[in-house]
């Protein structure tokens, strides 16, 4: 080959290399957005029983076409919390044998009439063009994903048969096993996905190419490519807590004890390839995509008894170092998949108004109490609600920036709820001031007083607990209530301010007091009704 012919040919590997690479991106980020809810789904069904979490792993990854991102995903929840790490390793060993699915996508370029499954290209780019529903444009998009992903096999295919006998030449010398595993890791590290590098091997085996002696060899550089395919895990967990960077660890283990027991395997049993898959399949590239799917779940069905070993290891590998400051349900993982990164603000809302609520109960206490002492932890819990707000607002903002006009509705509710929620953090600043007033004057409220504004306060804590339950449980019958509620504390408050002008009518409550009272009064019924203003804008259908 001369070295024109070597850059011709170069170029057209490079390009047929990047189509495929931006078909598998159209597909597989148009999947994911249109996917999230059902991936949402899947996740919160995680439970104790392995079978069922390796499941959840490997619907998750077919149904988005990459390990990688059902990986991070998994990294992120145990970051947060929502998943313990032994139901992580059953889902990462699911998420390998779901990864699978665009090998075999691949290896059906080995048949004529995937030719024709080129026009989609043309098709979903006139759709996405055309229709005007946002879901419509994604299906569009992942039609012309999935035209790109044949062409680039195509182009590759062609690429490597027009220099057929020059190429072949350079790859029947490379025999040395450790070498090809090697090869396998790097790229697939390289271009973070372990389908991107066995597509490129079964396009190589439709041009008719084979690595080595065409038995074992081009085994072990799918191998590797499992090890290499923990690099895009192992890199989102490391800005992590302790058990994101376990999860983490815990993937590379399983994908690198599966890879060596294999290893192994292959160098004891020099004519594994020609006595099993080439036995049994006609295509090369079918015998690859399946030996990939069978190494999967081969490797799952050997490791799935031991996942609590698993855990075990990497809890001794990776020690806590500290306890962090406060919890989160915010993850950067999460914004790729807008729906899950939705639900974790909901999440993250209620953390912040229990924050809020709780100011407010330790600054009515103070009043209550006449103890200016409790002042100043009433505004510490007061800073702490500042603080998860300000988080909670600029991961709000990022995920508005990369948003679907589908997603605009339920993210403006969000940042109009935080809102609200704040109103009640100041509510209770307020009251911090209140019993200031209340003491450097020397006011008084008598017992009767004092019973019915505690009553009031009784009626908010009664509403914050159903909005509470409507927002997490999304239940039609809680609203009902809400609003029962609500219209008790709205008429509480006519009641007591009556009895108020009554008192001072008959010179039972001193005029000074006046001020305090109705704007504690006003305070705790405007308190009302943020909490009813985020009970109605939560979707209960």
């Excluded at 439709?206 to 690099?231: D, K, M, R």
């Excluded at 070993?309 to 001794?316: A, D, G, H, K, N």
């Excluded at 940042?415 to 109103?423: A, L, T």
């Excluded at 007591?496 to 001193?510: A, K, P, Q, V, W």
Aim: aromatic share 8%; hydrophobic share 45%.
């Amino acid at each position: 080959m001369t070295f024109a012919e070597l850059m011709m040919f170069t170029v057209r590997l490079l390009a047929g290399t990047g189509v495929f690479l931006v078909g598998v991106h159209l597909l597989t980020s148009n999947i994911e957005q249109l996917a999230t809810g059902k991936i949402k789904d899947l996740f919160e069904k995680t439970a104790d029983k392995r079978l069922v979490n390796v499941g959840i792993g490997a619907a998750s990854t077919a149904l988005i076409q990459s390990s990688g991102v059902t990986t991070v995903l998994i990294v992120g929840f145990v970051n947060v919390g929502i998943m313990n790490l032994y139901q992580a390793a059953a889902m990462i060993m699911g998420a390998n044998i779901g990864t699978t699915i665009t090998a075999q996508i691949a290896a059906l370029s080995a048949f004529p009439v995937t030719t024709y499954i080129q026009v989609c290209v043309f098709a979903g780019i006139m759709m996405n063009m055309v229709c005007k529903s946002d879901n419509l444009q994604k299906t569009g998009l992942i039609l012309a994903g999935l035209g790109l992903v044949f062409t680039g096999l195509s182009l590759m295919s062609d690429s490597m048969k027009t220099y057929h006998e020059a190429i072949q030449n350079i790859f029947v010398s490379v025999r040395n096993p450790f070498l090809l595993f090697g090869i396998g890791i790097f790229l697939t590290a390289l271009v973070q996905s372990s389908s991107a590098t066995t597509s490129v091997i079964i396009a190589m085996s439709v041009a008719g190419l084979t690595i080595g002696t065409g038995g074992n060899e081009v085994l072990y550089i799918i191998l590797g490519t499992n090890i290499g395919s923990c690099v895009t895990a192992l890199m989102s967990s490391l800005t992590s807590g302790a058990n994101a960077k376990r999860a983490g660890l815990i993937h590379l283990m399983f994908n690198t004890f599966g890879s060596v027991i294999f290893f192994i395997l292959l160098m004891c049993w020099p004519d594994f390839m020609n006595a099993t898959f080439r036995k049994w399949f006609g295509s090369a590239a079918t015998e690859i995509a399946m030996f990939h799917t069978f190494f999967n779940v081969a490797c799952t069905l050997l490791f799935l008894p031991f996942c609590n070993l698993f855990v075990r290891i990497s809890e001794i590998m990776i020690r806590e170092k500290r306890v962090d400051a406060r919890f989160t349900y915010l993850d950067e993982r999460m914004l790729s998949s807008a729906s899950i990164a939705i639900s974790q603000l909901e999440k993250e809302m209620v953390l912040l108004s229990d924050a809020a609520m709780d100011s407010f109960r330790t600054a009515y206490r103070s009043f209550y109490t006449r103890d200016k002492g409790m002042i100043e932890p009433a505004q510490e819990k007061i800073n702490q609600a500042n603080r998860i707000y300000h988080s909670l607002v600029n991961y709000l903002i990022r995920l508005s920036a990369q948003s679907k006009l589908s997603e605009e509705k339920s993210i403006s509710s969000l940042h109009n709820n935080v809102g609200d929620i704040m109103r009640i953090a100041e509510i209770a600043d307020n009251f911090t001031k209140y019993t200031q007033r209340t003491v450097k004057h020397d006011l008084h409220f008598s017992g009767n007083v004092k019973a019915e504004i505690d009553d009031m306060a009784g009626r908010v804590e009664e509403l914050y607990s159903l909005t509470r339950r409507l927002v997490l449980e999304k239940e039609g019958e809680l609203l009902l209530q809400v609003d029962e509620v609500e219209n008790e504390i709205d008429a509480l408050r006519k009641k007591l301010l009556n009895r108020h002008i009554e008192r001072l009518n008959s010179g039972e409550c001193r005029p000074e007091s006046s001020g305090v009272y109705i704007n504690l009064v006003s305070n705790l019924e405007r308190l009302g009704d943020h909490l009813t203003y985020i009970a109605h804008t939560v979707d209960v259908g």
